[in-house]
């Protein structure tokens, strides 16, 4: 439902300097996004400068430079461009938490945070038109992971589900497995698509709760290999 609602909003062109955007908080959930849900605010503590390190792996470091952005009306295009420069945008909502959104290119920014803000129960969504990428994470720990074919880039990622059904699942009788008979990537998990991942985020964050009005501040950070 929500995705044809999305779709109705949306027109594929490729040049944001031509499109025309309304500038809600919905537009970053209408194609090819990467976000995390976590039930905090002031997740950098408005630092300056500062380190985030994945323990057990040293591939995933990055110097965070604040950007100083000061939010004053919510500018689709702007947070766009950012995000194809690899920035971090950090939008907080009132009584609800942060959506942490970062491109394809540094979503592996989400390993580190998974690992930062253990003790709440936090999620990844990302889908585009090729597939879907869900996770609930507790304690640092994967309770839950959907991933099908999704493809960013040319770069196709790992179908795959693990831990149990989640209540989502439950609730609607639907259960993701991954066919392992399949004779190609593609095929594992044919079901889970764009639509799937925006009816999760749905159901465990709302979509409803994405309205200008709900934004208490938007952060905006660099992201620096190092």
Known sequence: ????????????????????????????????????????????????????????????????????????????????????????????????????????????????????????????????????YFKILRNGIIIRKISSYLITEGIGNKPETRGEPCEYEVEKGKIWKVDMKAKSLKDMITDFYMKDVLDLFDYYVGLNNLKNDSIQRIIIYDLIED
């Not at 499109?19 to 809600?24: E, L, P």
């Not at 995390?36 to 040293?58: A, G, H, T, V």
């Open 1 to 132: 439902m929500f995705y044809k609602l999305f779709n109705k909003k949306r027109k594929k062109v490729d040049d944001l300097g031509s499109k025309i955007f309304s500038n809600d908080v919905n537009e970053l959930m209408e194609n090819n996004f990467n976000v995390m849900f976590i039930p905090l605010f002031d997740l950098f503590e408005n630092k300056e400068k500062f380190k985030l390190e994945y323990r057990w792996c040293s591939d995933y470091e990055y110097i965070c430079l604040n950007c100083h952005y000061k939010y004053e009306s919510f500018n689709t295009k702007y947070y766009l461009e950012c995000l194809k420069e690899n920035k971090c945008i950090i939008i907080e909502i009132k009584n609800l938490g942060s959506l942490v959104f970062t491109s394809c290119h540094r979503d592996d920014l989400f390993l580190v945070l998974q690992r930062y803000y253990k003790d709440v129960t936090s999620y990844v969504f990302k889908g585009n038109d090729t597939g879907g």
